[in-house]
């Protein structure tokens, strides 16, 4: 009678090793609340001046750290974490990409915004860098903190006319992942507002080379 429990005991145990363990499924999350509806933000202008410039945006450098997929978290100082079931559909910077021309396009200071690679040519060039982009458990409620630098260049002599860094905090909406990207996403919105103002800023201050404006007031140049 001993012998047979033992054997029954045996049999459970290798059928539990026998059977598949469940992996918890990771969830993703984009960012995509970020981009304004025409008409939101920035008022258009009616005509743009003569001198507006075309833009070129580059697709955002991502810091060490922050250039996966990996949702970050922390709850010590310079000890980062990552959700373990939780992830971004793709890296935030290749998500702001589109999200950036989208913005920038509306507040209506350039007359054509293009996001690269692209096979036409513009004056003026915006170079962005995500420093960070985290979910911060050091109070309560928790924060998402968005971190992003950029730079307006002159295209035609490399010259950097203006960069800033734009820092945004935003409370969760909850203690979870999802919390976060509720946040996340509520702050890529006003950060982008002010990205979009900056860059206008540059474009009203931006005067084109002597050459160019005498083929626009010639009409050899589209935009007159």
């Not at 005991?9 to 995509?32: E, W």
């Not at 509806?37 to 003569?50: F, K, N, S, T, W």
């Not at 100082?77 to 396009?105: C, G, N, Q």
Request: net charge positive; hydrophobic share 40%; glycine share 6%.
């Amino acid at each position: 009678m001993t012998r047979s429990i033992m054997m029954l005991l045996l049999l459970t145990g290798g059928c539990g090793l026998l059977s598949p363990t469940t992996t918890p499924q990771t969830s993703q999350f984009s960012l995509d609340g970020a981009r304004a509806e025409p008409g939101q933000g920035m008022r258009v202008p009616a005509a743009l001046p003569q001198t507006a410039p075309t833009l070129l945006v580059n697709p955002p450098h991502a810091a060490a750290g922050f250039d996966s997929q990996r949702m970050v978290y922390v709850r010590e100082a310079h000890k980062r974490e990552y959700f373990a079931h939780s992830e971004w559909v793709d890296t935030p910077a290749r998500m702001l990409a589109p999200l950036i021309v989208a913005e920038v396009e509306n507040s209506g200071a350039f007359r054509a915004v293009m996001l690269t690679p692209s096979a036409a040519s513009g004056n003026l060039r915006l170079d962005t860098e995500l420093i960070r982009l985290q979910h911060e458990f050091q109070s309560r409620p928790s924060r998402v903190r968005l971190t992003l630098r950029a730079y307006i260049v002159d295209n035609a002599t490399r010259r950097v006319l203006a960069w800033r860094e734009f820092d945004e905090t935003v409370d969760a909406a909850g203690e979870n992942p999802y919390g976060g990207v509720v946040a996340a996403n509520r702050a890529a919105q006003a950060l982008l507002q002010q990205l979009a103002r900056f860059a206008a800023e540059a474009a009203k201050g931006w005067q084109p080379p002597a050459a160019e404006t005498a083929k626009r007031a010639e009409g050899s140049l589209p935009g007159k």
